[in-house]
């Protein structure tokens, strides 16, 4: 019979759209219904959260929803609870370093959304408090799960594309104002600077982990930001200037030459087949990537066009693509990362996603909004962690 490993997880942030759907409903609770995480050792792990929340009604609702027992409005007391071993947070960006921070130093493991901090000096300083407390630490990098770029690492592997010249990314869609009968669909603090709003910082943390675990380090940003709405409509009906990044033109330059330019965009209408849109160029082949589906064109499928304006186009350039079929049954992003972080922390397996590869993704950001500032490329520095340093 397996033996039972339960493991207390302090989560705050699960009344947010990302907290309460991907994380707790997606994972923690998907995880007990499925009986629990087979850890391969004949041991169960079994996740028993501790749900935190500022609004009491919200927390206990969700809770009961979910047949889960424990809830509060007290994240410091969640924090120093002898019977969670791990703080999770999906709250508000502009608070995480805080209490991430607290949290190590009760000697919980961490683990949390994307981005690790508001700037890269404070993620830097949580990874480096991690590794000095001996903490395991872990940070949401869902994207790669997605089955369009699990597809695309399939291609990669394959030498599908021969040696790959470029990749050219469309992030984005059109957030409502608010100010005419359609009500935002992204919350107010993303286009407040001061509560650790803006698209860079939001997108570019995923794009370093998509190009770097997918093409090669990144060496290289380039970047303009604008704001393109200036004033926004808030949840209480309240007209704000945005002050926030709410459109990020962003180039990149990868190990081997390759050249990425993504446009992360809160202020484009979608004319594309879904949200996000990568196409990558080889010399042997090409792919366009979304979410879910992926499509190729070898060199031998590749039309002749030859430029004449003058005549009408008679090639079905969207014809000449055969779709990647899918093959296997694609795992929820977010539950494959919390089963890797709860057998890190159980197991000791190995763990790539750490404060490090967090703070990395905090660093591209930074670097794009001063590329952007100064109107210029930076090279993009390795990130340095002290060691030993104490806590505070
Ligand atoms: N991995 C991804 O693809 C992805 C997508 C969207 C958002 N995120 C990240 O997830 C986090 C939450 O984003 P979201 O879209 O779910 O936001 P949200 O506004 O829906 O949820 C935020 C949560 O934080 C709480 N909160 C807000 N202000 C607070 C404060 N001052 N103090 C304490 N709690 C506060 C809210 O009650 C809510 O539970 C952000 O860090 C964001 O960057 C990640």
């Known amino acids: 019979m397996a033996t039972k490993r339960t493991v207390g997880i302090a989560m705050n942030g699960i009344t947010g759209r990302m907290g309460l759907n991907q994380h707790l409903i997606r994972s923690i609770v998907e995880m007990r219904n499925r009986g629990g995480l087979p850890a391969g050792d004949g041991t169960v792990i079994w996740p028993e959260p501790l749900l935190v929340g500022r609004n009491a ?73 991690a590794r000095a407390a001996g903490v395991k630490n872990g940070i949401v990098h869902d994207k790669l799960y997605l089955p369009g770029f699990l597809k695309l690492k399939r291609l990669i592997e394959s030498g599908f594309f021969g040696r790959i010249l470029s990749l050219r990314g469309e992030f984005g869609y059109w957030v409502f104002e608010g100010d005419w009968g359609q009500p935002a669909q992204r919350p107010s603090w993303n286009y407040r600077a001061a509560e650790g709003g803006g698209i860079m910082i939001d997108m570019f943390c995923h794009w370093r982990y998509v190009l770097e675990n997918l093409l090669g380090p990144v060496r290289s940003v380039s970047c303009v930001g604008a704001t393109h709405i200036p004033t926004r409509i808030d949840e209480n009906g309240d007209a704000y200037p945005g002050t926030a990044d709410d459109a990020a033109y962003g180039m990149f330059e990868i190990d081997g030459g390759i050249i990425a330019q993504i446009n992360s965009s809160w202020c484009t209408r979608v004319y594309r087949d879904e949200l996000v849109q990568f196409q990558i160029d080889g010399t042997l082949g090409s792919a366009i990537v979304g979410l879910r589906d992926c499509k190729v064109q070898h060199r031998v499928n590749t039309p002749r066009p030859v430029w004449n304006p003058d005549i009408p ?59 952007w500032r100064e109107r210029r490329w930076i090279d993009v520095p390795p990130v340095a962690i002290r060691n030993g340093l104490s806590l505070v």
């Not at 927390?59 to 999770?88: K, L, N, S, Y």
């Not at 000096?121 to 408090?129: F, T, V």
């Not at 089963?339 to 159980?346: I, S």
């Open 57 to 129: 009604a919200k927390v206990e609702a969700i809770a009961h929803a979910h047949g889960i027992e424990r809830w509060t409005t007290d994240v410091d007391a969640a924090i120093a609870d002898p019977g969670c071993e791990i703080f999770f947070d999906s709250a508000t960006t502009g608070a995480r370093a805080g209490l991430i921070e607290k949290a190590i130093a009760a000697g919980k493991h961490v683990y949390c959304e994307k981005p690790l901090a508001s700037t890269y000096a404070q993620a830097l300083r949580l990874a480096e408090l």
């Open 313 to 371: 186009n008679t090639i079905d350039f969207y014809g000449g693509w055969t779709e990647v079929p899918d093959n296997e049954v694609f795992e929820n992003g977010f539950y494959a990362q919390w089963a890797q972080f709860l057998k890190h922390v159980v197991l000791d397996e190995p763990h790539q996603f750490d404060f490090v590869s967090g703070a990395q993704g905090v660093q591209l950001a930074e670097l794009g909004l001063q590329a």
